[in-house]
């Protein structure tokens, strides 16, 4: 002190308050307990600043509350909302300051909220240490003793951020990792040895429930030059045998099995859903598996926000408002591209114009491009492109027909998606309530945001269904996939996009036409099992929509004709969603449809 006259010490406390000084409230948190149906909204309280005569809270623009100046935190009690959902649910937080005061920004939060029947959730913030996990159910396994030290934990070894949410953003406090950078670096497991480390839920009791289905937020990153695995299998005899229902394995993977294919390629990142019905509905022992296999000094696996419930969150609606667009016949002219690129090729395609697609320039054969393909989406898609020549900035958006929703309560949108980050990129879902001429500051889904994730390893593919209340009553609706970038960045890539609403439709009915075998791609053999099924006593196939080749509402031996036509004599592809990509069924008939594993 001796040291520090009056007036520096002054200084230096004065610019130390006018750092910390906030005027206002920050830091708005939505945390979801599903198990208690109830929100709990927290936000920082205005160190400095203009008065505050209070907080009016907001939810999907209707006022729940209005609370004091001290306020910090309200729980939104949810039980009165309309059972067997996933309600999105946007927060507005509204400080209201005297006249004289200067105004402060509303802040904003996201969550869901389930009102199905919860059997399990865990947000993974209630435990110290893996020993407290250990103690609540959760098994954690390390099968043919792994080299690695990548054993599923909560204290995340390397600090990582937190995996991505539905929206894309962070979840908060704890979450649970097997991390092969940290586990891997001096002694890697061995491809074929069979080594993984595997997670197992605790037991979970589904009786009466005659749909069950797990929700999780994940991030995968397998490495685009690696060999791991990520599964996600179920049991319902208590962990004695499992059943595989998500697979995704690492782009050079070409030895196995699994073997790597266009079915099963690619890391992920985002809310992870997985239908358990067929399995687990009405069983009493159900546990749910992560594994990660073979990880040989790769990247990691983080999952948060485990939920077990009866509500198909990929349903969508009815009634389609835009069918299914698979940019075959390239971009079509009913939808825009807004772009500072405009004529070039660094602005939303569909010519692929620096060969990204493993199908069209590959033949399908792995590995390509150094693991950092366009695997997953067919023959034809969009794709921004930032990494083709000469590299300008961007801030381009392709954007949908304009759909009216003014007579909708819920509409959802529909998409494939796959992407390749680097570094500086920022792609993202918006949605515009004037026709495209102005979007919602608040994205829909951002792509990199702030949840873990690692640029420029192997793609993250995921198929979406994003319910959007903004949309629910509007009559100029429209959605876009926005990239935003300084130039020479990585590129992504969208597929089979559309739009529906209402009721949820048949759950589940996500499929390619022409699969009737269901076994993830479309030959002859799914023109035998058809005919044998007709007319010999061969097996059903689960998702007669797959047989329905000609899409006219019956299954009958035109069907098995039409594929053979499309395969051997230059006949027409079958309608959407079509035999290379995954999708709803735009037509309203009665046929029935379990999702196929190789469309989950």
Partial sequence: MRHLNLPCLLAVLLVSQEISAQPCPAALTAAASHSLGSV??????????????????????ETIAILDSTATGYIDDGTSLEAGRHHILDYHLITVVP???????????????STGDVRLFDDFNSYADDAQLILEGWAIRDENLPLENSTWTVS????????????????????????????????????GSGMSHDLWSPTIDCTGMSQVHMHAAVSAVLNNNGQAVFDVDVSVDGGSS?????????????????VVTVDNADGFFGALHVD?????????????????????????????????????AEAG?????????????GIPPEWTVQATNAGTFNTWNSDDPCQRSIVNFNGGVFPYLAGQGVHRLGDAFAIIDSDCNP????????????????????????????????????????????????????????????????PAEDPLYGRFVFEEPRAAGEAQVAFAFSFVSPGNQWWWAIDDVSITAGDAGVAGEIFRRGDCNIDGSFNIADCVFLLAM??????????????????????????????????????????DPGPFECGPDPTDDTIECTTPPSCI
């Avoid at 991505?164 to 002694?187: K, N, Y």
């Avoid at 009493?284 to 000094?297: L, S």
């Fill in 40 to 61: 709990e909204l927290t936000w920082t309280a205005p160190i400095a600043g203009t008065p505050i005569d209070e907080y009016q809270l907001l939810r999907n623009g």
């Fill in 276 to 312: 358990l019905t067929e399995q687990a509905a009405g069983q009493p022992q159900v546990r749910v598996r992560f594994r990660h296999f073979e990880p040989n000094w790769d990247w990691w696996i983080a999952v948060d926000d485990f939920l077990l419930d009866d509500v198909d």
């Fill in 242 to 258: 499992w059943t595989n229902l998500f697979r995704r394995v690492a782009p050079f993977r070409t030895v196995g099995p699994p």
């Fill in 534 to 575: 007709l007319f010999s006593g061969g097996e059903a196939s689960s998702c007669t929509s797959a047989c329905d080749a000609n899409d006219d509402g019956s299954i009958n031996i035109a069907d098995a004709v039409y594929g053979l036509a499309n395969l051997f004599s230059g006949g027409p592809v079958p309608p």
């Fill in 391 to 454: 590299d300008p900035t961007e801030n381009e958006r392709l954007v949908t027909p304009v759909v009216d929703c003014s007579a909708q309560t819920r509409v959802f949108l529909h998409f494939s998606s796959e992407f390749l980050s680097y570094f500086s990129d920022i792609p993202s879902v918006l949605i515009s309530l004037d026709g495209g001429d102005t979007w919602e500051p608040e994205p829909i889904f951002v792509l990199t945001g702030d949840a873990l994730f690692d």
């Fill in 156 to 191: 995340n070894p390397l600090g990582r951020v937190n995996p991505p949410r539905f929206d894309g953003t962070p979840t908060a406090g704890g979450f649970i990792i097997s991390d092969s950078d940290f586990g891997g670096a001096t002694t890697p497991n061995p491809l």
């Fill in 317 to 329: 609606g009815s009634e389609v408002l835009l069918a299914n667009e698979d940019f075959s016949g």
């Fill in 99 to 113: 006249s004289t005061g200067t105004p402060c920004t509303s802040i904003r939060v996201r969550t869901f909220l």
